[in-house]
């Protein structure tokens, strides 16, 4: 049986009144530290959202910003993997979690430092027919444990890769109410941006926070073998641009995406100057240009 964080953390359950109210005031102390928080979402799972989460830290890394990730995403928490920390053993103090640190100090927590040495994924307690239920209930308070109870210290920007699905907005609304804003990952299929269209009228409405923009992964790929002109789907581009919606960034397939992860080192560090390392590249300007913007009124 995995063990969750909470069974690491918690003391038994006694309390809980006192407990709740505590933690929402550690969670007030530590979020006012961090200058910028900004969610990675998409309408489903496998289109590269992590990828682009790991990527993005490293830019901001680069840039001389104190990054923190956050791997909210429960049952594929990949982060670890692509930041080559994978279970590295987690201090436990008084005060919280210290996270486990990346390349360049990036600050990093995620379900995987808690999980057993087996690849179960966590376990959903509850009866069958609403697992549902519980799951989005679990998730969201695991990302509120992760948010409170861990010594994020000072940062310029914490970046939350949220779980697949849009229906766990109005808690995280309640979580971070100054979420500075929110980049979408899709592919370039039609069906993915119907998917994403209905995450971005979600996360504007509950989680009111702007849309930073879209980013169109695995973009442009060639066929190799049937010598097609072109992208196989329809592109982010014209639908985006129809609803006025940013793209921040088409992210061309590259297998060696897929490599670093294995190796654990983020693939700007390896190959920033390959066309795919500059279009990852241009979306980390575009989110640095945003927060600019905001930050300084
Ligand atoms: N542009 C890309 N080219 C090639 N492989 C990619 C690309 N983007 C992501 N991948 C690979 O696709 C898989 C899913 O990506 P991941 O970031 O884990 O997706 P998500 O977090 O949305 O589930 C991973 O194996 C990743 O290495
Ligand atoms: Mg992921």
Redesign the pocket.
Known sequence: MPKRYRDVKGDGGSNIAGQVVEQRQRLQARMAQIRSKVAVM?GK???????ITTNLALFFAREGFRVGVVDA?LN?P?LARMFGVRRQPLRIEEQGVLPAEGPLGIRLISMDFFLGSDERPVVWEGPQAESFLWRGTLEMQTLREFLADTQWGALDLLLIDLPPGIDRFSTLRDLLPDLQGTVV?TIPSAVSHLVVLKAITLAREILKAPLIGVVE??SGYLCPTCQQEGPLFPSARETMARLGIPLLGQ?????R??EA?DQGIPYLLLHGDTP?GQALGRVGEGVKSFLEEVNSV
Do not use: E, H, Q, W
């Not at 992210?251 to 297998?255: K, L, V």
């Open positions: 998409s799972g496998g289109v590269g959202k992590s990828t995403d594929g990949s990952v992964n695995m992210i061309p397939f590259d297998p995406l897929a992860a795919v």
